[in-house]
């Protein structure tokens, strides 16, 4: 397979939306809280995800939960933490995403994951993209969590690229170990973050410029 062109993806926040995602069922159970509990969620994800590398990511989703309501001071309900791990299948996809996939198969590009959750959650988060993927590498599989290379070198390994291009939102967990691998990324500054750019082979606000970005020319 190495004279296949190879797109990689983060796929949350990336391809799914996943601040919305965790805001909105946040708010479910605890109304008004959302946004708060949000903020607070992203300052523990990795906290979490460093003190147990090899954890499902359902747990990760529920622990780093009830890490951000108790820092924020809201009563979550023990049979209520786990909401994030039921609802994340039903998590919106970017509006532009499925139209840029779409005209990257067709102009011949292999598409795959490289992404911070379980197999059984991706398999699930699938069937909405709607467009087919040639390749996964999970945290599951990966066994660790992105900063960490191992997503990057397992797909390396079993892949061998002779392109290869990888595609992310988070500036931390992509950006930065795409960069000290050598990959070509590109970097989707979806919230205008400050981070330096030029670690990134280039930067787009969302994918409805990505086929352009790889050569693809648009259809009349």
């Not at 062109?5 to 159970?29: P, Q, S, Y």
């Not at 994030?84 to 139209?99: D, K, M």
């Not at 945290?139 to 291009?165: C, I, M, T």
Request: aromatic share 8%.
């Amino acid at each position: 397979m190495s004279d296949h062109r190879w797109v990689t993806f983060d796929c949350f926040g990336t391809l799914i939306d996943w601040r919305h995602g965790i805001a909105t069922l946040a708010d479910l159970v605890s109304p008004g809280n959302g946004a708060r509990l949000l903020a607070a969620y992203n300052r523990h994800e990795h906290q979490v995800q460093q003190a147990e590398p090899t954890p499902r990511y359902r747990h990760v989703l529920t622990e780093t939960l009830r890490r951000a309501a108790a820092e924020e001071k809201i009563d979550l309900a023990d049979d209520d933490a786990d909401v994030l791990a039921t609802g994340i299948p039903y998590w919106p996809v970017f509006p532009e995403v499925r139209q840029a996939l779409a005209e990257l198969r067709a102009a011949g590009w292999n598409l795959a994951l490289l992404t911070n959750c379980d197999r059984d959650i991706i398999g699930q988060t699938l069937r909405r993209l709607r467009v087919p993927f040639d390749a996964t590498v999970t945290a599951e599989d990966a066994g660790a969590y992105k900063p960490a290379h191992n997503h990057f070198l397992r797909f390396r390994q079993s892949y061998e690229p002779a392109q290869w291009v990888h595609v992310a939102q988070s500036y931390f967990h992509d950006v930065i170990p795409a960069g000290e691998l050598g990959v070509r990324c590109i970097w989707v500054n979806r919230h205008g973050a400050p981070d330096d750019p030029a670690l990134a082979h280039a930067v787009l606000p969302d994918l409805s410029g990505l086929p352009l970005a790889l050569g693809v020319q648009p259809q009349d």
